[in-house]
Structure formats: structure tokens, C-alpha cells
């Protein structure tokens, strides 16, 4: 008798003949599936091997806009938890960020621009309904002669980011991977109408190096995933930069896809140990760190309650008595989503979760709480924060959980293992000196007054859609390195210069050289890949033209 069997039908039986099949140890195996050992033969700790982080060159301070706002003493810093927003003048757009912070990683890393087979850009700040921000940066790669560079733009609010990175993750881990690097970048320039919104904005871009022997490996298998339709925040006018918010609804389903996300994870990491003979509950104290995509940082540590809230409602027999759920009794009944706008439950939790919050979460709050909410780089900002604030010693061997989320809406939790070396010039002590300067980076920012942050929103409201158009914003303010907006043809066609690495150079150089990056430079970890094409060409030979493109 022949029986004919679908995958579907292995995985919706509970015949335990099927079941048998999907072990771990079976012979049967789906067409082009790894076999048995097939562990072995993927890429080794594929994860993020070097992160860089932009934001624009100044700020407007929260307690002077709360004065100028007229609201009361404490609703930004305190409400909110925010104290400084980073924003743009019409000289930087989406294009110009993107190319900023990728050159900058390609720079900083000693890396030729043939060394990368992929590139993917998340971004919902949209200035094209057609041609991507990608294609924008593939300037950057021209002197190189490389144009085999597979990705494009991906967009879905916040999450953007997050499905670039996790598409490089796959490449790698795929039979299309060349044994080149990939690329995930993101970037957005969050702008609101005037109004209770508006001091949530910000501005910045985030490239990751993805690639095997990565210091931050991804967990395979380890991702809890939740994808439902809502309008609680999206951008239906083509012609303004400015979203349609919900707020309320906004919070409802940020928090519920972030339990949904949370208990999927649990119970993947709860399969796998199983599979690994290992008889433990998951909870957070699994987790070295836990990040989140931040659209302010109040919200960030209530979240960090609701993964406790959690925790106790998936422990039946959780100790009330004494431990973190101490005095907790009251609210063993309760359901998770009935208590999203529960004062006493939220109180609760945020008291209980104080000693957790500044443990695993807090520092990765200092690029939020400083430059404002990114949007897609939010997260990966929030990771920035982490690595440049803790020594690679103390990073070593930690778990980091990360949610992210998206509006409209999409959102995933999932986990990076950090590598267990932190011996000098190791990976990990490679990224953590890469961003040592995080802090000095944002402190040297130029602070604004409210009146003059007004008066550039208004600019970029009425001109960012203008042809032709020529930037008004000085360049001599702009960090050095940065790229900016020259001029908007009249075809809409956008033309962009970089601002000299060296003050000492004019502001328009014709060649831009990578060697005046030179005290900065990172040495490549390209040492550690496997099958990495040789550099032809280090650092003082990437060369780009600034010219009209």
C-alpha cells in the first residue's frame, strides 16, 4: 500500500506514527531541508558583526519645549521620559541618512565596498513611490565597481528595520549566500503636526554587518512573531510627512503583540530545550538585557512590567510571599487583555519590575531618551546603548531580548547570544570599541531653542515636497562625514555631497578618502569569515565622488 502523506498533515495530526517523522533524529526529511547533521554545514553564529549608529548634529531640549508648549512642567520628561529630540533640517532627507551611516560602518570597519552581496534598507520615511533608498546608496558602491548586490527597501512602520536584518540573517543562511557580507540598514525621520505628538519625534539611522563568527549570533529558531491589520498609526497623505495616530489604540496593540510575541518565544525556547533534555521554565531572568523598540521611554520600562505580569500568569504556583512576585496575590486571575489600561495592574508590575528594569533595561534607554524615536533604528538604537555602555567582558556569553514592532501592525521578540570571547581585538571587542563613543557623540550635539525647532518643522512642512528646490539649512552645522541634500531638480531628482571628514577641507570636496578617517578606523573582522573574498584595497583606497550624480 502506498501512502501519500502532505507536510500539512504531519504537523495538524495527532497520530504519534506522523509525530515520529518531525523528530529531530528522523530520516524523513522535506526536499532541500538540511539533513540530520545539517547544523553543521550552515554558517557559524550568523548574526550582527558591526553596528553603526547616526543621528543629526542637533536637539531641542523636552523641559524648554514643554515651556513652549505651554503644557505642564514634566509631561515630555517625565510622562514621556524623554529629554532631548534629535531632528533634521531640510539639508538631511531619508537618501542622505541611509548614506551617512553606511559609509561611516564601511569606514569605521575597513571594509571595500566588494565585500558586501547584500543590502536591504527598512524605512517608512518615503520621499519615492517608486525608486528605493537602496538603489540611492548603490553611489556609494560605483568606485568599487560592484553592483552584484542583491536587497532592496522594505517598509512597515517601525519594523522595517527588523525584517532587513532578519532577510540578511536568511541570505546568509541560505544557498544564495556568495560568502559575501549583507548589510541591513535603517532609517526614518520621525516629524508629527504640532501637537501632543510631536515631542515623540526624532531622527537617526542604524547599519548592521551581517555575517558568520558574528559577536551578536542570532538564536536559531528563537523568534515569537505576531502580524494582525489595525490603524493605529499609518501615513495615508502622500503629500505630508506626518502620520494619523490613534494613541490609544496605538498602546493596546503594542502590548498585545508584545504578550503574544513573548509567550510564542516561551514556548520555543521551551520546545527546544526539551529537545535538549533541559527541565526549566523560561522567564526573564534568562535574558542578560531586554530591548525594545522605544516610541518613548516610559512605555519601554511599562513593557518591561508587562513581561513580569507575564511571567506570573504563566507560573501558577509562582511565591507571592516573598521574591519579585511578592504581594502580587490580587491579581493571579486577572487576563492580559483586560489589563492594558489597568492602573492598579500597571502600578503593580512597574513597582515589581523596578530592580529588573535597571538591571536588564535601562541603559539601552540613553540614544531614546537623548535623540527621541527613530522609528525602524529604534530598537537597534536601544542595542547601541547597551554595547557602548558595558565592557565586552561583561557582555560575554549574555543573552539580549529584543522586541520590535511595527505599526499596522507586525511585531516580533527575538534573541541574540553574545559571543563568549572578549579577549582583545576579538569581534565583540571590535563592536564594543566602535561605539565606546556613543555617549560623547550625543553630548556634542548643538541644542536648539524650541522657537528655531518650530520654525524647521514648518520649513520641512512646507518644502519637502517642493521641485525644484535648494536646502536652506547651513552644512557648517552638520556633523563631518555627513551626507546632505544639495538640490531638488526640477524632475524631482535629488543631488547630494558629503561634508569633509576634516574641517580643515571645503565643504564640498570632489574626492572624498577614506584615510581621514584613519583614528577611527576599526580593524575589519573579516579575518574571522570564511570564504570572504580578499580586499584588493584597504581603507585609504575607498574612494567616492561627491559630484552631481
Wanted: aromatic share 10%; net charge negative.
Amino acid at each position: 500500500m502506498i501512502v501519500s502523506l502532505r507536510i500539512e498533515d504531519l504537523l495538524d495530526s495527532p497520530d504519534p506514527r506522523y509525530i515520529d517523522l518531525l523528530h529531530p533524529n528522523s530520516s524523513y526529511r522535506m526536499p532541500g531541508s538540511a539533513p540530520a547533521n545539517g547544523e553543521a554545514t550552515w554558517p557559524k553564529d550568523v548574526g550582527v558583526i558591526a553596528l553603526e549608529i547616526y543621528f543629526p548634529s542637533q536637539y531641542v531640549d523636552q523641559a524648554e519645549l514643554e515651556q513652549f508648549d505651554g503644557v505642564s512642567a514634566g509631561k515630555y520628561t517625565v510622562g514621556l521620559g524623554q529629554a532631548r529630540m534629535g531632528f533634521c533640517s531640510d539639508r538631511e532627507d531619508i537618501n542622505s541618512l541611509c548614506l551617512t551611516v553606511v559609509q561611516r560602518l564601511m569606514e569605521r570597519n575597513g571594509l571595500s565596498y566588494d565585500q558586501v552581496g547584500r543590502l536591504e534598507v527598512g524605512t517608512e520615511t518615503i520621499i519615492d513611490k517608486s525608486k528605493s533608498v537602496k538603489t540611492v546608496v548603490m553611489q556609494l558602491f560605483e568606485e568599487s565597481g560592484n553592483t552584484d548586490v542583491e536587497g532592496i527597501d522594505t517598509t512597515n512602520a517601525c519594523y522595517g528595520g527588523t525584517a532587513a536584518l532578519f532577510n540578511a540573517v536568511n541570505w546568509v543562511e541560505s544557498s544564495s549566500w556568495d560568502g559575501r557580507y549583507a548589510l541591513a540598514v535603517a532609517g526614518d525621520i520621525a516629524v508629527y503636526a504640532t501637537g501632543s505628538a510631536r515631542p515623540t519625534g526624532g531622527a537617526g539611522a542604524i547599519a548592521m554587518l551581517v555575517g558568520p563568527n558574528a559577536p551578536l549570533a542570532f538564536d536559531r529558531g528563537l523568534r515569537g512573531t505576531h502580524m494582525q491589520h489595525a490603524y493605529d498609526f499609518y501615513k495615508p497623505d502622500m503629500a505630508s510627512e506626518y502620520p494619523v495616530v490613534d494613541g490609544k489604540l496605538s498602546i493596546e496593540c503594542y502590548l498585545s503583540a508584545l504578550d503574544r510575541c513573548y509567550s510564542v518565544y516561551r514556548n520555543k525556547i521551551h520546545a527546544q530545550w526539551q529537545r535538549e533534555g533541559v527541565d526549566k521554565r523560561f522567564s526573564l531572568e534568562d535574558f542578560g538585557y531586554m530591548v525594545f523598540h522605544s516610541p518613548y521611554c516610559k512605555l519601554v520600562q511599562k513593557s518591561l512590567a508587562r513581561l513580569v505580569l507575564s511571567d506570573f500568569l504563566s507560573h501558577p504556583r509562582s511565591n507571592t510571599e516573598t521574591g519579585p512576585f511578592s504581594g502580587l496575590e490580587a491579581f493571579r486571575e486577572v487576563k492580559p487583555e483586560e489589563t492594558y489600561f489597568n492602573r492598579d495592574v500597571e502600578k503593580a508590575f512597574m513597582k515589581a519590575s523596578t530592580e529588573m528594569f535597571d538591571q536588564k533595561t535601562k541603559a539601552s534607554l540613553l540614544v531614546s531618551n537623548q535623540n527621541g524615536n527613530m522609528y525602524t533604528p529604534s530598537v537597534y538604537g536601544c542595542l547601541a546603548s547597551v554595547i557602548a555602555q558595558h565592557t565586552p567582558q561583561h557582555l560575554a556569553g549574555q543573552r539580549i531580548g529584543l522586541f520590535s514592532y511595527g505599526s499596522g501592525f507586525a511585531a516580533t521578540l527575538y534573541s541574540l547570544r553574545v559571543s563568549q570571547d572578549a579577549t582583545p581585538g576579538s569581534g565583540l571587542d571590535k563592536l564594543c570599541a566602535s561605539l565606546c563613543d556613543l555617549k560623547a557623540r550625543l553630548d556634542s550635539r548643538r541644542k536648539v531653542s524650541p522657537a528655531m525647532f518650530a520654525e524647521n518643522m514648518q520649513l520641512r512642512e512646507e518644502t519637502h515636497h517642493l521641485a525644484p528646490y535648494v536646502p536652506q539649512g547651513a552644512v557648517e552645522e552638520l556633523f563631518p562625514g555627513t551626507w546632505y541634500l544639495t538640490r531638488v531638480d526640477e524632475k524631482h531628482r535629488r543631488e547630494y555631497s558629503r561634508r569633509s571628514l576634516n574641517d580643515d577641507l571645503p565643504l564640498e570636496a570632489g574626492l572624498v578618502n577614506s584615510t581621514t578617517a584613519t583614528e577611527q578606523h576599526i580593524p575589519s573582522p573579516v579575518k574571522k569569515m570564511p570564504r570572504l573574498p580578499a580586499s584588493t584595497a584597504g581603507p585609504e583606497a575607498v574612494t567616492v565622488s561627491n559630484g552631481d550624480h
